[in-house]
């Protein structure tokens, strides 16, 4: 299941804070701030989508992120990689790193990433 735009700025908060009340999220928007009502409903629809739960504390909800923010964005590429490059890893690599717009140093640090990527399998599958 997929975010909206405004749900995935509200989910930002929670995935930084870990846990907020309605007030200390409302104080975390820029001006001009959403209605706590806009933000009631989308903690709702949230709620139902089983992103984010929420503890009574009084009167008081606080709520929390279900998601991790790294298990969302993981499954939001590898949806997009079966979606548009053939469920190909490699295709969709290679689409990033020739149409991404990585300065050449960027593309270093990924080759170094993908390096240090193949050596730590290594050590692992020599472990096993």
Known sequence: MELTKAEAQLMEYLWQKESLYMKELLQLYPDPKPAATTLATLLKRMQQK????????????????????????????????????????????????????????????????????????????NHD
């Open 50 to 125: 089983k992103f984010v739960r929420y503890e009574l504390m009084g009167n008081s909800r606080r709520y929390f992120p279900l998601i991790k923010k790294e298990d969302y964005f993981s499954k939001q590429v590898n949806g997009m990689v079966e979606q548009f490059f053939d469920n190909s890893a490699l295709s969709f690599a290679s689409f990033f790193t020739r149409k991404g717009g990585l300065s050449k140093a960027e593309l270093s640090e990924l080759q170094k990433l993908i390096s240090d990527q193949i050596k730590d399998d290594n050590k692992n599958s």
